[in-house]
């Protein structure tokens, strides 16, 4: 195996510097102690994660996020669940077309659900609501559900649920006692992916925001339209601390190349 | 793969041929309920919706009428938005390829522990807030003496300060950013089909480093780097967070044409239009160039 030599290894720095600078840039300008944003900064303060606290809509914004994406991430996978079986392991007529449907969400841009779901919402009559917000997220976090069930249940060994079913097992039984717990490990990363995805949705979202249900990418961006300022950046840094939190978890529990990924024989 | 599974040592219940034709049916029959429910029905009224008419003090109107896609086929205004969301995402989806693909190629070589963590480092980015990202653009463009400009002059590439806020080129540096992981991805995913030993044999044979790059490992990732092209153009011409931050009010893409549309101005049969026309695009070229690729490179996808 040829190893990496000079040429690649300056181009690798320069593409991790590329990717992290932003990232970088927004946590370090949090840390400020001035009231305006600074760059390089003059010293190390933590006011403006105190602000936090005392800017209402943001902790208010937190908690719909959170709740909205374990809601509609756990609703998703009601769903998900059966059919990643049904596709993991029958060969029927319009298998192919149902796979490419449940994924197609991925496809459409999300600019376009949320106009529709604005207008579908609105004419009958929960426009505004939480409610329309867990629906319209419960489709869009569907196919990241989808595929890592899929991939779990596709590579499972069938001949442990054979030997259930000749014991005797009913197929209640055989699911939450045999099929559940082996599939777990995908089905609780299908469920921490869409998740993320879910709170990290903003495009959508915002068509679909009220006052009272802002989410917080929804909260940060309509906060950015109007000014930039130290207390953004200090949201931010926390989001991206909670993330990278998650990520870490993620990648130490199913491997993050394979959560991204997403590989299954109905992905194409 | 498995086909219809083997039940025949239950005796009891519904004959097993039955079971098995019934069973994918009734497993997918709630997830297809819902999608009919909330993702075709909403589709098919805004497909509707760019139809109705709209006025600014009678509201809209649900009559057939064609005013929204005439006013967007002749007005110029709308063409050269159009063509701004498909220039930028272009440009953006090149930039993707052009280092995304090294990189991929650079990672995969990296040894275990240097290569997951690094993986991690590239990838994590796509699950962190687009808004967080985006603002980090928004903070090291800066005005005349943003970060970005302080370090091109400081290295002499520049003499003057480049204005990035509010331009296309601040759009499209911030959407290559944003996009980058699914090219890493993408590209990764086909060098993981790719046999070492093959650039082994190469290499034995007497092949230069640039001919086993040219002739051996270019061919066997193109399918990565174009399927990744795909994927990075059409979420780059539907992205509506960076445009909205880096472009501001003023330069407009069709995403945030839409939103203003819905939300500003209230004239929601034009947004639908502006929408639809955004969705059939999209569904043409990724289509088209899908048909292309598969022909191209059938061998490659088996």
Redesign the interface.
């Known amino acids: 195996?040829?190893?990496?030599g000079p040429i690649?290894?300056v181009?690798?720095t320069v593409?991790?510097v590329?990717?992290?600078?932003?990232?970088?840039?927004?946590c370090l300008?949090a840390f400020t102690p001035d009231g305006f944003?600074s760059?390089p900064t003059n010293g190390f303060s933590l006011r403006w994660f105190r602000a936090i606290a005392s800017y209402p809509e943001f902790v208010h914004a937190f908690w719909v996020s959170l709740g909205l994406g374990a809601l509609s991430s756990f609703v998703a996978l009601?769903?998900?669940v059966?059919?990643a079986?049904?596709?993991?392991?029958?060969?029927?007529l319009g298998?192919d077309a149902?796979a490419a449907?449940?994924l197609?969400?991925l496809?459409?841009?999300?600019?376009?659900l949320g106009?529709?779901?604005?207008?579908?919402f609105t004419?009958i009559g929960i426009g505004g609501s939480f409610a329309a917000l867990i629906?319209?997220h419960?489709?869009v976090v569907?196919p990241f559900a989808l595929r890592l069930t899929l991939a779990a249940a596709?590579g499972m060994d069938?001949s442990v649920e054979?030997a259930a079913?000749?014991l005797g097992a009913d197929d209640w039984t055989l699911f939450r006692r045999v099929t559940l717990p082996l599939i777990l490990p995908g089905v609780v990363s299908g469920w921490a992916l869409a998740f993320?995805q879910s709170f990290?949705d903003?495009?959508m979202t915002?068509?679909l925001a009220t006052p009272g249900t802002e989410t917080?990418?929804v909260r940060?961006?309509l906060y950015?339209?109007d000014n930039?300022d130290p207390l953004?950046?200090s949201v931010?840094?926390s989001?991206?601390a909670i993330?990278?939190t998650?990520?870490?978890l993620l990648?130490r529990f199913y491997g993050?190349?394979r959560v991204?990924?997403g590989?299954s024989?109905a992905g194409r | 793969?498995?086909?219809?599974?083997?039940?025949s040592?239950?005796t009891t219940g519904p004959s097993t041929d039955e079971r098995?034709?019934r069973?994918?049916?009734a497993?997918?029959a709630?997830?297809?309920m819902?999608?009919i429910g909330?993702?075709v029905?909403?589709?098919a009224?805004?497909v509707m919706?760019s139809f109705h008419d709209w006025g600014q003090y009678k509201g809209i109107e649900p009559v057939f009428i064609l005013k929204n896609w005439h006013e967007i086929a002749t007005d110029p205004y709308y063409a050269e938005m159009f063509w701004r969301t498909f220039r930028v995402a272009l440009l953006a989806t090149l930039i993707t390829a052009v280092?995304g693909a090294?990189?991929a190629y650079?990672?995969n070589?990296?040894s275990g522990r240097w290569k997951?963590f690094?993986?991690?480092?590239?990838?994590?980015?796509?699950?962190?807030?687009?808004?967080?990202?985006?603002?980090?653009?928004?903070?090291?463009f800066?005005g005349n003496n943003g970060?970005v400009n302080k370090f091109l002059m400081s290295l002499g590439l520049i003499g003057s300060p480049l204005p990035f806020m509010f331009t296309e080129t601040g759009m499209v540096v911030?959407l290559a950013?944003v996009m980058?992981?699914f090219m890493v991805?993408s590209v990764?995913?086909a060098l993981q089909r790719l046999d070492?030993q093959i650039?082994?044999a190469a290499?034995s044979l007497g092949a230069s480093p640039l001919t086993i790059i040219r002739r051996i490992v270019l061919p066997q990732i193109m399918p990565g780097v174009l399927s990744g092209a795909i994927i990075v153009f059409?979420l780059s011409?539907?992205?509506?967070?960076t445009p909205?931050?880096i472009g501001g009010r003023r330069l407009k893409v069709?995403?945030t044409l839409?939103?203003d549309e819905?939300?500003n101005t209230l004239n929601?049969p034009l947004?639908?239009a502006v929408?639809?026309l955004?969705?059939m695009a999209?569904?043409l070229i990724?289509v088209g160039s899908n048909a292309l690729i598969e022909r191209r490179y059938a061998e490659v996808f088996r």
């Not at chain 1, 195996?1 to 990496?4: C, G, S």
């Not at chain 2, 793969?1 to 039940?7: E, G, I, K, Y």
């Not at chain 2, 690094?118 to 903070?139: D, E, K, M, Y």
Request: aromatic share 12%; proline share 7%; hydrophobic share 70%.
């Open positions: 195996m040829r190893t990496n690649s290894l181009f690798h593409f991790v590329f990717m992290l600078a932003p990232i970088v840039v927004v300008v944003l760059l009601l769903f998900a059966p059919a079986l049904a596709i993991a392991r029958y060969r029927f298998r149902l449907l449940f197609s969400p496809m459409i841009p999300h600019v376009v106009i529709a779901f604005l207008r579908f004419s629906i319209a419960v489709l569907f596709t069938r054979m079913l000749s993320i990290d903003l495009t915002v068509f917080l990418p940060m961006f950015i339209q930039i953004v950046t931010s840094a989001v991206i993330t990278m998650a990520l870490v990648d993050l190349d991204l990924a590989k024989d | 793969m498995s086909t219809a599974p083997d039940t040592v239950l098995a034709a069973a994918p049916w497993l997918t709630p997830a297809l819902l999608f909330i993702l029905i909403p589709l009224m805004t919706l280092f090294p990189e650079i990672l070589r990296m997951s690094f993986l991690l480092v590239i990838l994590g980015p796509l699950l962190i807030s687009v808004v967080a990202r985006t603002l980090g653009w928004a903070l090291l800066g970060l911030a950013h980058m992981p991805l990764w995913a070492p650039e082994n290499l059409s011409a539907s992205a509506f967070a909205a931050i069709a995403a839409a939103y819905f939300l929601w947004g639908a929408a639809v955004l969705l999209l569904v990724v």
